[in-house]
């Protein structure tokens, strides 16, 4: 089988807004001064949701070892009770793998290279890989759901399709 190349593309936050939101600090973000002018705060950045059938919010730390490249596909997840939010903690960009809610459908596989002060909010129902740390293995603040419930899908594909070198 041939493979599908696919390359990536720049995280923004309108390439991105069918598939969640950017979170990062730019002019267009609502920001105000506090604690006696000393800070900035960059307001209400993504649109958690967690509280579908009682979920309450987590707060993890996942830490993510680089795979080999090239990097084939080979799975796609998605949480159809919530949004979850990655946001790196180190200097390294990674890569972001995505697809529309639905039934996946692997022609719309998108990918986007994410800067290290970059960070994405995937909306409820999203397909998305696993985070795809490069260069160096890579911590990610992460905030999703507990609670009752099934909560993750996750569909292993035959890893035809493959991220172009960038």
Not at 34 to 52: C, F, K, S
Not at 63 to 71: N, V
Not at 92 to 119: H, M, N, S
Not at 129 to 134: E, F, G, K, Q, S
Request: glycine share 6%; with cysteine.
């Amino acid at each position: 089988m041939d493979n599908i190349l696919v390359k990536p593309k720049a995280l923004t936050r309108e390439a991105f807004a069918a598939f969640g939101d950017v979170i990062e600090v730019n002019s267009d973000s609502n920001n105000f001064s506090i604690n006696d002018g000393y800070t900035q705060r960059y307001h209400d950045l993504a649109d958690v949701d967690v509280t579908e059938n009682n979920g309450r919010t987590l707060i993890n730390i996942f830490r993510s070892t680089p795979l080999a490249q090239p990097i084939a596909i080979k799975m796609m997840e998605r949480h159809p009770l919530s949004s979850q939010a990655f946001i790196p903690m180190g200097t390294a960009p990674y890569l972001v793998v995505v697809a529309p809610k639905g039934e996946l459908d692997t022609d719309k596989i998108e990918v986007f290279l994410a800067r290290a002060d970059q960070g994405v909010n995937y909306h409820k129902g999203t397909w998305h890989h696993y985070c795809l740390a490069l260069n160096q293995v890579s911590d990610f603040l992460v905030v999703d759901r507990g609670g009752e419930g099934h909560n993750c899908d996750v569909v292993s594909l035959d890893g035809a399709i493959v991220i172009e070198p960038w």
